[in-house]
Every structure is written in structure tokens, then in C-alpha cells.
């Protein structure tokens, strides 16, 4: 039986990394044989009764075997997932990803290399981050030190904060959003490694540098080259993946003090384009392959 699948991206978003996601997995669907469909995230509305779930907006019935979602919409992801539609990643997956503190709790707890990282109470934007908690940070950490925000991404919302006034006008700025005081690993300053998984494999890899910036990423002007990791950098992606049960994903590695990798970020909706502009691999062809096997195991499982 060829298998249908919906590929879900978020519409609202500026540029068009989020559309060529979707369409490379498209055409490496169609290359299989699997009919897809490309929907954004706001054409599909979630109907929740007593009676029955649904999911309106779509023309194409019945419901997918499967849905690649390139989108952070965890409720729209949970809805499908309740219709018994096969989520790539799934829900939990995308939410505990988004959510740096939550990832670094699930690393921590599978103990899994990482900055050393304290996070900062809950309190209302008009409370005040005072100066006992600011004496942790600075006690755990020293100077430098990272200011993080739980939710970001491009390195946005990555602080490196060099003494105390920075450190209290930063954490105050802040007050009333999630954040984390982390570990700055100077030994990483400006590099870092992206390993992209897609199962219990890395599909392909680079390194990414920047001249004038500690953060690598490429939106913040670094460079990239590919990169043949290590059997443990393979396998520290891997289980760092796994422990937020995510299926495919982009994995951060920063270089610790000794040259052995650290966990800095899992993204469960890492973008394959720059990738495959710096390797050639097209990880999409990956990533449908894993899908395509996985559900056929659970077809064959099942009968
Ligand atoms: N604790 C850290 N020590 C050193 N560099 C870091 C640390 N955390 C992040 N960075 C740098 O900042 C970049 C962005 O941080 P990351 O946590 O991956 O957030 P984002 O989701 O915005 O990419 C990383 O790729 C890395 O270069
Ligand atoms: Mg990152």
C-alpha cells in the first residue's frame, strides 16, 4: 500500500526555508512513491467536541497515514496525533525541543554532557530578579557567563554577559519570560557542530564558525564546513535525540574544555538547506526513508 502523507509548515513566517522544507520532502516522498500534500499550519483548524475530534480546512480526505510537521503548532501536531495520524516529530517531541529548559532537564536527567546551567525562577514581568539569585549564577559559573532564553532560535536570544551590572540588567529585562544563566564554554567561542539525526543515524554533518560573534550560527554570520563526526559525537546526537524522543533532529555540539563534545541545543525543526548547501547531502531523502520504514515496521507489527 503506497502511504499518504501531510506535510505541515508554519505559513506566517518570513522567508522560504520553511516552504523549500516542505517541498524537498514532497519531491523525496514522491521519489518513494508517497503521495503528500503540503498544508500550512493555519489552513488546518483543530475541532474538539464531546462527540468527536476533526481537523477542518483540508480537501484532500481521507486523513494521512503520516504528517512530516515542519511547524512548532503543538496543539495541531497533539490533534492529528489524537486522529491516530503519525507525527514526525511528535507533539512532546517539538514541545520539549522548543523549550530549551525542558530539553537541558531531559539531558540532565539521562546524563548527558552540557553547559552547566541553573535556571531562573518564575515570576511575574513586574517582579525582580534580585541579587541573591544573580550571587548564584555568578558563584556557579564565574564570568563570563550565557543569559538564555527558553524559547529562541538563530542565536537570537543568546546573551554572553561579561560582569554583574550586564548580568542584573539583562536577567531584569528579562523578568516574566523563562530563562537559564549557563556555563560559557570558552573553548567553543564562535564554533560549534551540527549533527543532523534521523533515527538512530547522523545523515549528515558541519562545522560552523564565526570570525566576529560566540555564536556559529549562520544567521548570525558564521561560516560552515562539512564535518565527519566522531563515533561518540554520532552517538551523543543520537541519545541527546532520543531523550526528548524526537525521530529526526538537529543537534548542537559545542567543544568542551578538553575538545569533547557538549549537548548546546536539539532542534527538533532544524532547516536542511544550509546543509545541503555546505555537504550535498539532501536530508529529506533521509528523513522520508526513516518514515517510510518506521511505519511500515508498525504495518507489518501489526497484521
Ligand atoms: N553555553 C554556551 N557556551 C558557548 N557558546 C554557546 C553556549 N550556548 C550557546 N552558544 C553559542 O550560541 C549559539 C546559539 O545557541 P543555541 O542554544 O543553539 O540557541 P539557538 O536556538 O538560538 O540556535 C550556539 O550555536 C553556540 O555557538
Ligand atoms: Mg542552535
Redesign the pocket.
Known sequence: MNLHGWIIYNGNLPGDKFLDFAQWIHEAASRKNSKTVIYQNNELLSLLDASKLDILGHSTAPLPDYAVFADKDIYLARQLELLGIRVFNSSAAIERSDD?IASYQQLASQHIPM?KTIVSPKIFSTGTIGEEITRHAVEELGFPL?I?EAY???????YLITNETELYQKANELAGTAFMF?????S?????LRLHVVGNRVAAAMK?Q?KND????IT?G?TMEPYQPTDYEVELAVSAAACIGADIAGV?L?FGPDGSPLV??I?SNAHIRNLYECTGINVAENIIDYILEKLSQQEGGTR
Request: glycine fraction near 12%.
Open positions: 530549551k553547559p550565557i538564555k529562541g532560535s538563530f542565536g537570537e536570544q543568546v549557563q556555563e560559557f564554554i570558552s567553543s567561542y564562535g564554533r560549534d560552523r564565526s560566540f555564536r556559529a550560527n548570525a558564521g548542537d559545542l548546546c541545543e532542534n
